[in-house]
Nanobody, 119 residues
Framework: VQLQASGGGLVQAGGSKKLSCAAS????????MGWYRQAPGKQRELVAT????????NYADSVKGRFTISRDSAKTAVYLQMNSLKPEDTAVYYC?????????????WGQGTQVTVSS
């Protein structure tokens, strides 16, 4: 699976931004799609995930009520709508998918897109 993230950039605190991630390749095997982020000097952390069966979502406590994850029905894209952005949301955002085929689980990562929130 290949992933291409886009939509990052500079935004003022309180503003909004939408990230997109296009998936290609063996998309039929995708079970979970999600977003992670990594701020300078910090470990990569989960932001939000969505399952492809049932669209169950999971959010980090720090983004609940502000961010919304969604995907298209064909598993070719996952989105992250970010509202009420804060300076602490500044990070490189990575899209991620988890595939399962023949009982084997694999993780795939996009290249990352920088989001900078100015105060």
């Amino acid at each position: 699976v290949q992933l291409q993230a886009s939509g990052g950039g500079l935004v003022q605190a309180g503003g909004s931004k939408k990230l997109s991630c296009a998936a290609s390749g063996s998309i039929f095997s995708i079970n979970v799609m999600g977003w992670y982020r990594q701020a300078p000097g910090k470990q990569r952390e989960l932001v939000a995930t969505i399952t492809t069966s049932g669209d169950t979502t999971n959010y980090a406590d720090s983004v609940k009520g502000r961010f919304t994850i969604s995907r298209d029905s064909a598993k070719t894209a996952v989105y992250l709508q970010m509202n009420s952005l804060k300076p602490e949301d500044t990070a490189v955002y990575y899209c991620n998918v988890v595939t399962k085929i023949w009982g084997r689980v694999n993780n795939y990562w996009g290249q990352g897109t920088q989001v900078t929130v100015s105060s």
